[in-house]
């Protein structure tokens, strides 16, 4: 099948959150499968064109936005030196120091952006002769496409076969514009209802994508039973309900070339599932980053997070005293939100010896968190798939976890009894809850024999991307059957 991966970010080129490690590494394993992959994205300032030999391929598109037509330039690189990865080159819109927003806030003009970025892709197909059987559209940056290919493309011969399947990363990010926008599209007031794009007098281009793609997904099972729920759904829960049969949750998988304690060529020394010696010089070396004491069997706790309401936080703002007198270290990597800097900067300030804080995106300083620490903390509100607690697993680093999303899928709860499970689990998004749950983690970390069994069990286990590779090459495969019956 010849399927083209459309995401606004996508790793190794340029990254803010799990989207781009799912994007990326859906790819390789697509190929690895058979498949005939080609990748799309903006072509964004962050992205070094030397570094990945990013090529311009002598083609422009000309791409209609609103009553202007404009031009952008078509770069190629590749992933692995095989899977073609075309660029969509508009500097006034992509050539800027972040992705979608600025520490103040989004960029005013991402509805241009994010539609113009849509209706390039499709434009570039026609421009390099690719006639795809799917084009796989990530989250909301993509969803005009969808619309587009049943509106404005839809008699387009380029496009007869082409079917759509549309993967949320996150319910939570809608590309939500004012009215007055739909111009951008040069698409008709007709679309503009509560059966087309229109949510509450407002453009929703993510309800787009649920609306006209031709299957939808998210990444794990419980979210996707989640988000048709009034709780889970964002406003968008009546819409995914009346899509249910077209709805699918396929686990993310995660990339262990770039993941794998015994292969990382960022953690000071190299360990497995048969030989732990390696963590706790790990762990030395990250409490020294830190500037903080090693002091054996206290255990490390870590986070490594977008800093947003979604994650969970103002949970541990809440316990912080009381879990700092069960004797633990705290380390925390994390950017989002002032309100979160400060809460953290805070708790740094008044116990300095024992939590390190660092605000920012360190993607090196990442992987020795895993590597050092002992536990991870995610206590999220709702968490679609979550990397970092599988990440976490293959590092002998116990994920702690609310029972949410794909959490919830990945993790199973130690049980001391039959010493079953890979970690801790709790329900109710309660501090107290969370509180417990560290206890008992602290509980049966002082039990060496117990951990060793229960670190062990967790390496074990494999999240790698092949079995839902296979499953998203079955949905392919189930959409174009709709397409070609449409
Ligand atoms: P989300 O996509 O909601 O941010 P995920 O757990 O799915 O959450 O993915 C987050 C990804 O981004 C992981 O690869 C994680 O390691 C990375 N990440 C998040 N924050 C940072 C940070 N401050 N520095 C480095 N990497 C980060």
Known sequence: MKILVASPEIVPF????????????????LERLGED?????????????NKFGLEYIGKKVSVPISNRVEEAKIYRGYINNKIPVYFIDRVKYYDRPYLYSTPQGDYPDN??????????IIETCKAIGLKPDVIHCNDWQTGMVTVYLKTLYNNDSVFNNTATVFTVHNLGYQGLFWHLDMHLTNLGWDIFNPEGIEFYGKINILK?????????????????????????GHGLDGVLRKRRNDLYGIINGIDYDEWNPATDKYIAVKYSKG?????????????????????????????????ADQKGFDLIAEIIDDLMRLELQFVLLGTGTEKYHKIF??????YPSMTGIKIGFDNVLAHKIE??????????????????????????????VRATGGLNDT?????PVKRTGNGFKFFEYSPKALFATIEKAIGIYNDDLRWNRLMADAMGKDFSWTNSAREYIELYKKAVKKRTKT
């Open 14 to 29: 340029a990254k803010t959150g799990g989207l781009a490690d799912v994007t990326g590494a859906l790819s390789k394993a």
């Open 37 to 49: 992959v080609t990748v799309i994205m903006p072509k964004y300032q962050v992205i070094d064109d």
């Open 111 to 120: 509805a241009e952006r994010f539609i113009y970025f849509s209706r390039a």
């Open 208 to 232: 787009g994508g649920l609306v006209y793609s031709d299957i939808i997904t998210t990444v794990s099972r419980t979210y996707s039973l989640e988000i048709q729920t009034e709780e889970y």
């Open 275 to 307: 030989n732990l010696s390696g963590k706790w010089e790990c762990k030395k070396d990250l409490l020294q980053t830190y500037g903080i004491q090693p002091i054996k069997k206290i255990p490390v706790i870590a986070v490594i997070s977008r800093l």
């Open 345 to 350: 900067k805070d708790i740094g300030k008044k």
């Open 371 to 400: 590597a050092g620490a002992d536990m991870f903390l995610m206590p999220s509100r709702y968490e679609p798939c979550g990397l970092n607690q599988l990440y976490s697993l293959k590092y002998g680093t116990i994920p702690i």
């Open 411 to 415: 993790i199973e709860d130690y049980d």
